[in-house]
């Protein structure tokens, strides 16, 4: 009996200057967390010099993070959820959306 979805992928080819800090990268992802319904319940998110960025937010379902790597173009995304609240492909999707990669690498896991 599966228990959730999780969505793993990476973006290359995404325009740096949305990658590079924590705030523009963290409304985008509650944004992405109210329009997939996620109930979100905690957040960690780091700076890093001169620029990139790791976050978490922590959801009632799960958890949706992202790693940036500015100066490659380069994203690695992990949505999760379980129950049947939120939508972790919708979530994969709406990132993609906004961050605009050339490429898209997407593993799908029914845990």
Known sequence: MAVGTHVLGELYGCPPELLRRVDSLRPVMYSI????????VGEKFHQFEPHGVTGVI??????FSIHT?????????????CGKEGN???AFDLLCQYLRPQQVTKRVITR
């Open 88 to 90: 972790a492909l919708k």
């Open 33 to 40: 967390a109210e329009q997939a319904q996620f109930n979100v």
């Open 58 to 63: 922590v959801l009632a379902e799960s958890h």
């Open 69 to 81: 790597w500015p100066e490659k173009g380069i994203v690695a995304a992990d949505v999760f959820t």
